[in-house]
């Protein structure tokens, strides 16, 4: 099987790019090239926006109903049910995701949130009266805001890039999607989708390119809304071009999410829950919980019982249903977490397991050692920034009061989670961290409530009503003159 492509998707068909340079998509765990796609231009660029432009200015997709774009978008998610097994495979070849990882959350989930977005749409107010001050009544209505430039990152690019276009879609915008040059691979199978759904000419397209051409992307004219997801350093450079040119933008940035185990959990059930919610797609995961707080009182019986699970957990083959930890996504990603396990230790930290080295049994791939520390202080780097790999931190606390103001001091908003037998409890400290998803005895992600950060993880929320809310503009019409 070729993944090769050779084409980019702009005005609703297969394009020569303008230049001669290819993306080379290369295998986290065997490092050879696995396909070639071309890297898209400035140029490129030029032409996605503007045939996005023609096509919300002048094309069907904002003057068909509501109604109308559900029946497209949902034989697009008809199509993509059909695709979930070849585009979790795409996503493991592509960027290592451990295919368990890939077949529950990289394709079902953006299928999942397809439908979600769907039955939303379908109860959205798109146009409503209601009695206004005056004595009149006021229709308000919510229209598109118009060209999304819709960024996602490479980690669960499908995930994030659906939550983009799906709502996108069904507001009738049109877009302009840039892959991150890692995760270009599943973009096309998208665009094959789309096209088979029968959405019009231009109201997807898609280039895949690196960093510079993305910052082009953002500075376009013909764009009115820029959908990011990535880390913080490039929303904010993001958010200060938009904000110049008074761009709406939506921003889902990095995470230093804690989770807090309170005294009385049960603790074999709270390690099988931070195996997943700590470790999924080893570690490369905006919301893993990767500060784990225990009270100083079963803090060595709670680091113990971490270092135990993360030891347990096979590492290697992204391919093998068996593996819970696979590479890293690209060697520069492998020494941003050795420099991190590094820097630990330097710090003071304590490794229980792992630290830095090739797992067992490999040598070859992006791989890393899954590491927990213990003995970490809340002000060390480790505990500050977002190391993106299989990287824990245990910290202690005094009492519940001193576990929340720990979980609240990062610069971070993003998720967290709480651990124990008292559900009350539970809640009580989940509606004290400011963050702006959280899991009591467990993390999850339900579309049809909104996702975002509080502080440097983001501005905006996806999912959910307030997510489609964010691809559209309020208008108000006032038909007829005010009674009084
Ligand atoms: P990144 O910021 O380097 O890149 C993300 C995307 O933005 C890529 O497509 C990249 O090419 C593009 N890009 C980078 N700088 C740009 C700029 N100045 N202008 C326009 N485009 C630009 O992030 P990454 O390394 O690909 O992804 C990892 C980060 O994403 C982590 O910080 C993670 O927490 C975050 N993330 C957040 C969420 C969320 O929903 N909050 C979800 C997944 C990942």
Redesign the pocket.
């Known amino acids: 099987m070729t993944l090769d492509r050779s084409t980019l998707f702009i005005d609703g068909a297969w394009a020569a790019p303008t230049g001669d340079d290819t993306i080379e998509v290369v295998s986290p765990h065997t490092e050879e090239v696995v396909a070639r796609v071309p890297e898209g231009t400035p140029a490129d660029i030029d032409a996605a926006v503007d045939a996005a432009r023609r096509a919300f200015d002048s094309g069907p997709w904002l003057r068909m109903s509501p109604e109308e774009r559900i029946e497209v978008v949902q034989s697009f998610s008809n199509l993509y049910a059909g695709k979930l097994g070849e585009m979790a495979e795409l996503i493991t070849t592509e960027m290592g995701s451990p295919t368990s990882f890939s077949n529950l959350a990289q394709s079902p989930a953006p299928w999942m949130m397809i439908e979600s977005f769907i039955n939303i749409a379908k109860a959205f107010p798109w146009e409503e009266t209601r009695p206004g001050a005056l004595g009149s009544d006021v229709i308000v209505r919510r229209e598109p805001v118009g060209v999304v430039a819709a960024?996602?990152?490479?980690?669960?690019p499908q995930f994030?890039t659906i939550s983009k276009i799906a709502p996108a879609l069904l507001a009738g915008c049109t877009v302009v999607l840039?892959?991150?040059?890692?995760t270009p691979l599943d973009s096309y199978l998208m665009a094959e989708l789309l096209q088979e759904a029968g959405v019009p000419a231009g109201v997807v397209n898609i280039v895949a390119?690196?960093?510079e051409v993305?910052?082009h992307?953002?500075a376009h004219p013909g764009v009115d809304k820029v959908a990011?997801?990535?880390?913080?350093?490039?929303?904010r450079?993001?958010a200060s071009v938009c904000g110049e040119q008074l761009k709406r933008v939506s921003l889902?940035?990095?995470?230093k999410s804690a989770a807090i185990v309170l005294d009385d959990a049960d603790l074999a059930t709270t390690m099988d829950g931070l195996r997943f919610t700590a470790l999924m797609n080893s570690g490369q995961?905006?919301?893993a919980q990767t500060r784990i707080l225990a009270s100083r009182a079963k803090y060595d019986e709670v680091v113990d019982a971490l270092a135990q699970t993360v030891a347990s957990m096979p590492v290697g083959d992204p391919g093998d249903p068996a593996t819970e930890i696979g590479p890293m996504v690209a060697r520069r990603q492998q020494e941003r977490v050795e420099k991190y396990i590094a820097l630990g230790q330097e710090e003071g930290a304590r490794v229980v397991v792992g630290g830095n080295g090739m797992p067992d049994g490999l040598d070859r791939g992006w791989y890393v050692r899954p590491t927990v520390f213990a003995d970490v202080d809340n002000s060390m780097r480790i505990a500050r920034e977002?190391i993106?790999g299989p990287v824990l931190s245990v910290i202690a606390y005094d009492d519940v009061d001193d576990a929340v103001r720990i979980a609240n001091d990062s610069d971070y908003g993003?998720a967290g989670t709480v651990w124990t037998a008292d559900q009350e409890a539970g809640l009580d400290v989940a509606r004290r961290v400011r963050a702006g998803t959280y899991g009591v005895n467990t993390y999850t992600m339900d579309f049809a409530a909104p996702?975002?950060?509080y502080k440097s993880?983001?501005i905006g929320r996806?999912f959910g009503p307030e997510g489609l809310a964010q691809y559209t503009e309020y208008k108000a019409i006032y038909p007829t003159a005010p009674a009084m």
Not at 228 to 235: D, E, R, V, Y
């Open positions: 960024i996602p990152p490479w980690n669960v994030t840039k892959p991150a040059p890692e390119a690196g960093r993305g910052e992307l953002v990011f997801t990535g880390s913080t350093a490039a929303g450079k993001i889902e940035l990095g995470g995961a905006c919301v977002e993106f993003l996702f975002g950060g993880s983001g996806e």
